[in-house]
């Protein structure tokens, strides 16, 4: 089956795409439309080619990915990657391109992970269970990324989901904590939020800019 988000448009996805393996196997053909973001779900392909929101969007997903780029960076904690990784989970039927990805070197050096190489040379996947992943909630992804990526990267093991919705002022910032049981979100004190797989605590900030557009900041401590 194919979940198609945003505008219709017709999508050729091969017949043999019938599985994890398969649809891994697309994307690394010529004839896949690499243009729009792909993933697969519990046996579905899902497609979206919804456009991005500007600042509730890609300048969240922009803000959060230089903070804790650096932080890793500076601290020595491991390698934080943007969305267009492809990061799949046999165990919990996923493969896609999270907002934003974290792998700590202990997990790097581990067997929780696997970096793939792509036909051209280079990684181009990662299979296993990093550390954190992030998500940006747009109109198209509400029920994906709310319901069934949260059940989908519990399954895969992954120790933090974060999740944000700028749809709404101020912005919604979550940090779900895996449990036996499933996730659990973090409390907030003061709206700050503590990562166990970073070692800070964080909070999400909205002002406005001399533009009069949104701004951003991921606040660290």
């Not at 004839?31 to 779900?41: A, I, S």
């Not at 779900?176 to 900030?205: C, D, E, M, N």
């Amino acid at each position: 089956m194919v979940k198609i988000l945003g505008e219709a448009e017709v999508i050729a996805v091969p017949a043999w795409v019938v599985d994890i393996e398969s649809f891994r196997r697309w994307t690394d053909s010529a004839d896949c439309p690499h243009e729009y973001r792909l993933g697969w779900l519990k046996g579905e392909v899902w497609i979206d080619m919804s456009k991005e929101q500007v600042f509730t969007h890609v300048l969240v997903k922009t803000k959060m990915g230089m903070r804790l780029a650096l932080l890793a960076e500076e601290e020595k904690l491991g390698l934080y990657l943007g969305d267009g990784l492809l990061l799949s989970n046999f165990a919990a039927d996923i493969s896609g391109n999270p907002d934003g990805t974290f792998l700590s070197y202990e997990t790097l050096r581990s067997d929780r992970v696997r970096l793939i190489e792509g036909k051209g040379g280079g990684f181009t996947e990662i299979q296993g269970s990093p550390d954190m992943v992030l998500e940006v909630v747009s109109a198209s992804s509400v029920q994906k990324d709310y319901e069934l990526l949260r059940q989908a990267y519990w399954e895969a093991g992954i120790r933090e989901y974060w999740l944000v919705d700028a749809r709404t002022e101020p912005p919604k910032f979550a940090i779900l904590r895996h449990t036996p049981r499933g996730y659990v979100t973090a409390r907030k004190q003061a709206g700050w939020i503590k990562s166990a797989v970073f070692g800070k605590a964080f909070r999400l900030t909205q002002t406005t800019s001399d533009l009069g557009h949104p701004k951003f900041t991921l606040e660290i401590r």
